[in-house]
């Protein structure tokens, strides 16, 4: 079956930390896959996807096939990425979402 | 663009209840979405749409029902409420094809009593 897991609820770091927040998907085929973030009292927004091998807000992700994961990596964190992270995969017309990590950035 | 607009953004239904959650997108998207958010699970699928005139059933339809008559529009109703229902509602809208970015709504907060 089609499925993405995110083993952490939540994930505390202090400023400046490093960050991984891990993501590995079940999917036969070759996955499409992204990370959504939902900011404190907002919709949730696009963070970035694999096709695009791009880094938004210091954010970088790679597709790792050998280990079906895909997880989200910053050098160092800041207050603001504090959020729930959520990753995503397409499947057929849908997407398919784990069950979120919340990362909780220190002063 | 107004981009994928929900109402109503919080609602209180009682046991047996019914209501719709409107929900609308002006980006001439063919697919749309319905998720429900409960705490640490995640969002789960309840309905999507392909296109106008076709909708299908995602992994959690039971208690809920969809439409879709127009590009625009597609409301979800719920015809007897029950307390499992309680729980936020996001509706989302995509362009086919790679890569293509999930648009979601503001959400609609519903507690069922």
């Known amino acids: 079956a089609q499925r993405v897991t995110q083993p952490e609820k939540l994930l505390s770091v202090f400023k400046g930390a490093p960050v991984e927040l891990k993501c590995n998907y079940s999917y036969s085929g070759s996955p499409e896959l992204f990370w959504y973030v939902q900011y404190s009292r907002q919709r949730l927004q696009l963070l970035l996807r694999?096709?695009s091998r791009e880094s938004i807000k210091g954010f970088t992700a790679d597709l790792n096939k050998g280990e079906t994961s895909f997880h989200l990596k910053k050098p160092f964190a800041q207050e603001e990425d504090s959020a729930m992270y959520y990753c995503a995969l397409i499947n057929t017309d849908k997407l398919i979402f784990g069950t979120g990590t919340r990362l909780q950035v220190f002063p | 663009n107004a981009g994928v607009t929900q109402t109503p953004k919080f609602r209180i239904l009682k046991i047996g209840q019914s209501m719709t959650l409107q929900c609308a997108q002006d980006m001439n998207h063919n697919y749309m979405y319905w998720y429900r958010q409960d705490p640490g699970m995640g969002l789960k699928l309840i309905y999507y749409?392909?296109?106008?005139?076709?909708?299908d059933k995602g992994e959690v339809p039971n208690g809920y029902n969809v439409s879709r008559s127009t590009t625009e529009d597609f409301p979800l109703r719920l015809e007897l409420a029950a307390p499992s229902q309680t729980s936020v509602y996001f509706c989302?809208?995509?362009?086919?094809?790679?890569?293509?970015?999930?648009?979601f709504g503001p959400g609609t907060r519903l507690t069922v009593l």
């Open positions: 749409s392909v296109g106008a005139g076709i909708t």
């Open positions: 694999h096709i």
């Open positions: 989302a809208s995509r362009r086919g094809g790679t890569g293509n970015e999930q648009f």
